[in-house]
Structure formats: C-alpha cells, structure tokens
C-alpha cells in the first residue's frame, strides 16, 4: 500500500473514530486519545492529521455534509413531483442517519452550542423544505388554505424533531414512522 | 431576615444561576465557580447546599418539573375538550419556557445524555399527548381516518422540534408559531 493511501485510510479512521466518541461521550466529554485508540493509531498520529479536537469536529461535519447532501441529491430524479422529491429525501436522509454514525455524529455537531461550525447543516434542510414548499404551492395547494410556508415550519418542526427524538429511539427515523408523519402532513404527496 | 429564609433565597439563587451557567455553557463545562459567582456565594458555600454538580442539575431539574407542571396544571379546566387542553397545555408551556430559564435549562438536561437524571420530563409531555389523543377519539376523530396514536406522533415530533429550534431562536416557541402548527395539524380544535 502507497504511502498516500496509508494517510487517507488513516484519516478515514480517525473521522469514524471521532464521531464515535462525540456519540458516546458527546463533543466536549470526547478525548484525543479515546478518538486515536478507536482508530488504533498513536495520539502522535492523529495530530499528523488534525490539530485539535476542533479540527477533527470540523473534519467529521464536512464528511458528514458530503453524506448527507450526496443521500439527498440521490432521491432525486427528473421529473419527480415537488411533493414526492421532498418525502423520498426524508426517507434517505433518515436512511443515511440511521446507518451511519459519521452522519449521525456530524449533523448533532452541527447544532451544538459547544463550538462554532463553519457549517450549518439544520439551515440547508430548511430551505431545502422551504424552497420545495414553495415549487409545490402551484401544484399542489392550489385549492386549499394552506399557506406553503406555514406547512414548511411544521414540516421543519417535526423533521426536527424526528431527527432529535431518534438520538434515543432509533425507531422514530424509521420508515413506518416517516410514513405515518408524511400522511398526515401531505396526505396529497405520492406515498412511498 | 431568619437564618432559615436566607438559606432558603441562596438555594434559589443558586439553582438560577445555574441554571443560566448550563444554559450558556452547557452542563458539561459549567463550573461550580460559575454558578456560585453567579449567586454572589462562595464555591464553599455552594457546598453547603449541593455536593456536586449532578446534585446541583438535579435540582435545576426538579425546579423545572415543579414550574412545568404547575403551568400545565394552571392552563386546564373542568369541561374542557381534550383537544382544547392540548392546544392550551401547549401555550402554557411554552410561555413558561420562554420566560424562566431553569424551565428550559431542566428541560433541556432531562433529555442530556451526558448525566443520569431520575426525571424524564419528556416522557411526562408524550405520555400527556398519547392520552390527551386517546380521550380526543371519540369526540374529534369519530369520522376520520386518523389513527389517535399516529396523531400523538406527529404532534410529540413537531413539539420537541419546536422546543429545539426555540433554543437558538424563540420565535419558535411564540404563540403565532404555535397556532400556525395546531391550524394545521387539529384544525378541529378550538383556536386560542
């Protein structure tokens, strides 16, 4: 094995390693040397990556922004309908979450009041949800006196919600619940 | 002013304080010299009242309970529909989140992962809405094709959701929030 490849794996390690340790510690709780032992390297190693526990949080939230916006972008497929593109992106987005502690790790990070984050991973789900809301008022809530940005706040509300209550119970960032949210919401939006 | 009545005041004092300390540092880098500086004691008198910080969480986190049931308790009244005691339990919390600090800071360290606590008060609010939800189905829900308990998840998810968004922006937690979320989601039940 290359050199080159040695350090990206390394890196990898180190990444998974941090966002197990922010998981189970928390942020500020989490050590450099729990993070280095998970990823079976030396202290000394992982500042050959990373300067500080900063850094490394910085490092497992970008990681964790590429996931999570490659699992959105995915759900998507020309054509679809503003509704459909929204509930099957919630569907990958929790898939995403619930299999992968990288994203899992980096999205709560990029919420906590403990350390600035140049990042802000909650802000693009909203406007994501905003931006979809409004596509769909044309189609979609023509003839009701629903206001598109009034059902984007609650749809943020219990999206974020789901999200912070599966920190506890996985099940609640499952698809059944998902799809019991999603019919009574936008009982007008294609079922998955 | 007795011996007694002063004790009682710094206890108060302190539970403020330090309340405020996890509000603006979190539990885990609040310090006892933080919260006793904030009450205008010393560290040793601190002492006098709590062993440690969980002893001091603890009681931020008991206050809250106190204040939060009372609140919900205060906003009920014979003959109410149980939707309408929903709707307005929910106003009350939510007036008494955003006004008092050891409310939202109890709140928040009932749901902390970093600290054992024996209360869990936002199992109290999810077990209100499921039987709130459940009394609701024979008067609100006779003719419909909803499913009290898939209601009960939805509003348990849009309420702790709003409860987190309020933490970096109160406007969440305001009354026309609130009201744009019930319209939505009961709009059978009676609007404050």
Known sequence: MAKQDRAVRTRHALIHS????????????????????????????L???FTSKADVAASVEMAAAVRLRRAADQAQRPGMSALRRLTDTSYALADQLRHDVVSRAGLKLS?????????????????????????????????????PSD??????????????LSRRDPAWASPPLLSTIWRLVLPQAPQS
Do not use: K
């Open 18 to 45: 941090a966002a197990e340790a922010f998981e189970r510690h928390g942020y500020v709780q989490a050590t450099l040397v729990d993070i280095s032992a998970g990823a079976g390297v030396s202290v000394g190693a």
């Open 47 to 49: 500042h050959f990556h």
């Open 111 to 147: 919420g906590d009041g403990a350390r600035e984050g140049g990042l802000d991973l909650r802000r693009e789900w909203q406007d994501f949800v905003r931006s979809v809301l409004a596509e769909a008022s044309d189609q979609d809530f023509r003839n009701e006196a629903v206001q």
């Open 151 to 164: 059902m984007a706040d609650l749809i943020v509300a219990a999206t974020t919600g789901i999200e912070f």
